[in-house]
């Protein structure tokens, strides 16, 4: 069994696909219609081969609603990983990304949370070497 598709809720497709693509640095995959939205991935230069991020529309006012609870409360929608946080996190506050916090040791791990400006705080994790 594999992980090859996860997913982040967004509150503007097109708005998602320019801030993941042009300032994260993701790459498109897939964009086909799907009913009113469209079938949207993501994927990582870096990351594992075949692995895709879809960015689900929240078009149900549940959806909705569980974003924005999540959001209010600082409870990040998913996390990316990183082997060099701080670098990763200069990069990104270059690209004019807000973050809660620059990046803090948080047991074993280095951590720091970024407002996707989609509706979703996403955490980015270092782990050590070998983890």
Known sequence: MQIRLTSVLVDDQAHALDFYTRVLGFQLDKDMPAGGARWLT???????????????????????????????RGIPATAFFSADIQ?????????????????????????????????NWIQLVQVPAGD
């Open 87 to 119: 670098a990763e996190y200069e990069r990104l506050v270059e690209r004019g990304v807000r973050f809660k916090a620059p990046p803090a040791e948080m047991g074993p791990a280095i951590v720091a949370q970024f407002d996707d400006t989609c509706g």
């Open 42 to 72: 993501v994927t990582s230069p870096e990351g594992a081969a075949g692995v895709e991020l879809l960015l689900e529309p929240n078009g149900m006012d549940f959806a909705r609603e569980f974003q924005r609870q999540l959001y209010e």
